[in-house]
């Protein structure tokens, strides 16, 4: 079964920092990943999909994550942390059922918090 | 292009009420997902409509039911509503099925359902 993990809960960072939220998976094919992004109160925002080429992708608000096929990881990056990218982020899989399906499943969540 | 939207944003109910929550999703989407979010069990999945056929459903109870019109508007209904069944609702949408050809889902702002 599909699955991600998300090893830690909270990540701190001053703001101008870099910033790593670490993301793992498990696929029994070819993974479809993705990180998403929740400000309080809100739905869940699409920063940026890995499904096939190059292993680093670029996304939304200066983030990229970098696909490793031997770690089995999908980290997302940032050169420079704002005090406005605190919010909780998600990475998920594509499911595969056997079907088509959009369905994903999702890592437990990290919140980032940048101190200004 | 509007996104994708929820109504209602925000209800209350008592045990053993039933609700209904309608997502609207972006002109074009064929596809619509509906998750739960939790604190204790985080993003579930809860079914998935393509074209007005359900192809996928997580592991809920029959309790949860969903529809997807011709328009491609959904509606999930929870019948006998329990109090675990607060949570925040989730409707996503997508242009494509799922299939080999995939893209990104996006999100609607929820509807954050309160069981008394």
């Known amino acids: 079964a599909q699955s991600v993990a998300q090893p830690e809960d909270q990540v701190n960072v001053a703001e101008g920092n870099p910033l790593t939220v670490k993301c793992t998976y498990s696929?029994?094919?070819?993974?479809?990943l993705f990180w998403y992004v929740q400000y309080p109160n809100r739905g869940l925002q699409f920063l940026l999909k890995y499904i096939t080429g190059d292993n680093l992708v670029k996304g939304s608000y200066g983030f990229e994550a970098e696909f490793n096929k031997s770690q089995t990881s999908f980290h997302l990056k940032k050169p420079s942390a704002l005090v406005s990218d605190s919010a909780l982020y998600f990475c998920?899989?594509?499911?595969?059922?056997?079907?088509?399906?959009?369905?994903?499943?999702f890592g437990t969540g990290t919140l980032l918090a940048v101190q200004p | 292009k509007a996104g994708v939207t929820q109504t209602p944003r925000y209800l209350i109910k008592t045990r053993g009420q039933q609700v209904t929550l309608s997502c609207s999703p972006i002109s074009g989407h064929r596809s619509v997902s509906w998750y739960q979010q939790t604190p204790g069990q985080g993003l579930q999945f809860l079914f998935e409509y393509f074209s007005e056929t359900q192809r996928n459903k997580g592991n809920f109870p029959g309790r949860f039911s969903g529809r997807q019109f011709s328009n491609s508007r959904s509606e999930m209904n929870v019948s006998t509503l329990e109090l675990g069944d607060s949570a925040l609702y989730l409707c996503?949408?997508?242009?494509?099925?799922?299939?080999?050809?995939?893209?990104?889902?996006?999100f609607g702002p929820g509807t954050r359902l309160t069981v008394l």
């Open positions: 696929v029994s094919g070819n993974p479809y």
């Open positions: 996503a949408s997508s242009s494509t099925g799922g299939g080999a050809t995939y893209n990104e889902q996006f």
């Open positions: 998920a899989v594509r499911d595969d059922y056997g079907g088509a399906t959009n369905k994903l499943i």
